[in-house]
């Protein structure tokens, strides 16, 4: 059981290109949600979606779009990406998302930008 | 929308000591509140929670209490062993009625020496 996984775990971008980080679970969890972490900051919601066919902003959606594509997989892409979105991107579920479920989270991408 | 402070940002105890770390929330609606325990490089991972239905929970060493009126709830480590260093992070749930939100406070830094 790998719980959530999140590809790639370290990415090196130039300022103007996109990329798409993605994340799957395998807990069949109807919520899913990205954040970024910044030093002294915690975490950040940046988009969730609460069920498969609904996504939501958070808190810092400027700059990124979500998908989700499925029960399992939701992705994030940076269309034109920029210095400040240099950040540790945390992808994570959570159950039906009415009942306060825990959150469970994957192990991080790590993106640099240049 | 919700916000979380947390206190102190680090806090440095000895092996054996006991530490406590606090945290308040904005939003009166909100009402679930886990923490989780990073370390470094790691993801966040849960380690207790508490619904606004209870005052206290305990698991072993650790134990979280909740004051609803004073909208604070803390966590306190007994027995402080090395393995517990770590940066921590409170967290409070925003229940939208289709998906739970959760907002981080800042997180702390516990150290604890021998």
């Known amino acids: 059981n790998a719980g959530v996984t999140q590809t790639p775990k370290f990415q090196v971008l130039k300022t103007g290109q996109s990329m798409t980080l993605q994340c799957a679970q395998d807990m069949n969890h109807n919520s899913m949600y990205w954040y970024r972490q910044d030093p002294g900051m915690g975490l950040r919601l940046i988009y969730y979606s609460a069920s498969e066919g609904t996504t939501d902003k958070g808190e810092v959606p400027n700059g990124y779009n979500v998908s989700r594509l499925n029960k399992r997989e939701f992705s994030l892409r940076l269309e034109s990406a920029a210095p400040s979105q240099t950040s540790v991107y945390f992808c994570?579920?959570?159950?039906?998302?009415?009942?306060?479920?825990?959150?469970?989270f994957g192990d991080g991408t790590r993106l640099s930008i240049l | 929308g919700e916000n979380v402070e947390q206190h102190p940002s680090t806090l440095s105890v000895q092996e054996g000591d006991s530490a406590v770390i606090k945290c308040t929330y904005s939003?009166?609606?909100?009402?679930?509140f886990p923490w989780y325990k990073q370390e470094l490089g790691k993801r966040p991972q849960l380690i207790i929670d508490?619904?606004?239905?209870?005052g206290e929970k305990k698991d072993q060493r650790i134990a979280v209490t909740l004051n609803k009126t004073a909208k604070h709830f803390s966590l306190h480590i007994t027995e402080t062993q090395p393995e517990d260093s770590a940066v921590y992070f409170c967290a409070a749930v925003e229940n939208t009625g289709t998906a739970s939100k959760l907002t981080f406070g800042t997180g702390t830094r516990l150290q604890v020496t021998l």
């Open positions: 994570a579920s959570s159950g039906q998302g009415f009942s306060n479920q825990p959150q469970h």
């Open positions: 508490i619904r606004s239905n209870v």
């Open positions: 939003d009166s609606a909100s009402n679930y």
